[in-house]
Structures are given as C-alpha cells and as structure tokens.
Nanobody, 127 residues
Framework: QVQLVESGGGLVQVGGSLRLSCVAS????????MGWFRQAPGKEREFVGA????????YYADSVKGRFTISRDNAKNTAFLQMNSLKLEDTAVYSC????????????????????WGQGTQVTVSS
C-alpha cells in the first residue's frame, strides 16, 4: 500500500503563487507516474498534470500550461506542483495520485487509471 500526503494549500490572491507537495510513503517501489488533479465546488474532478517518475517528463492540462510546473525529488519520494499566476478559477481541492505500473500517457487524464490518491489540499484564490 502506498500513502500520499499533500500539503502547501492555502489562500492566495489572484496572480500569486503556491507550491504544493505530495509525499509518497509505504510500500517501496518506483512510482511510474505521479499526477495532480483538482476538484472545484460543484464540478467534476479534473486532470491538472502528471510526471513520469523515471524520465521526469511532465504533461499538463491546457488550462494550466505555462503557469503550473510539476517537479520531483526522487530521494524524498516527493512531487511538487508549482502554481504561478493563479486565477480565481484555480480554486479547488488539489489531490495527488500515483501508479506503479506503466500506462499510456494518453490515459493520464483519466482518474480511474490511477491507483493511489492523497486526501487533497484546499487552494483558494481570492480577488
């Protein structure tokens, strides 16, 4: 079993920045990929971005491309989501996800393909 714990959420003004962290612990294995999703009030959970752990290559939803950056610290089993130029519509609960086995990057946006989930952290962007 793998546990994922997010942190770093909070309240920020429009145009500001936040960095979220997701620490993986538990059964030792090499995560194939770690991803970030978000869910705004009254909306479906949506894909934000993901990174294949070994290559470090990241993929992003169009809505955050150019503003958000995913990175990792292999030694600490931690993934980061750097969020810049935040907008009101970025307000949501952000969750990280992980999967240990290979799957196509085409499947990254599909939440049902991810094996493990964190509890989420609230990000609120105010005007």
């Amino acid at each position: 079993q793998v546990q994922l714990v997010e942190s770093g959420g909070g309240l920020v003004q429009v145009g500001g920045s936040l960095r979220l962290s997701c620490v993986a612990s538990g059964r030792t294995f090499s995560n194939y990929a770690m991803g970030w999703f978000r869910q705004a009030p009254g909306k479906e959970r949506e894909f934000v971005g993901a990174m294949t752990w070994s290559s470090g290559r990241a993929y992003y939803a169009d809505s955050v491309k150019g503003r958000f950056t995913i990175s990792r610290d292999n030694a600490k089993n931690t993934a980061f989501l750097q969020m810049n130029s935040l907008k009101l519509e970025d307000t949501a609960v952000y969750s990280c996800a992980a999967r240990g086995t290979w799957f196509s990057t085409v499947e990254f946006p599909r939440q049902e393909t991810w094996s493990y989930w964190g509890q989420g952290t609230q990000v609120t962007v105010s005007s």
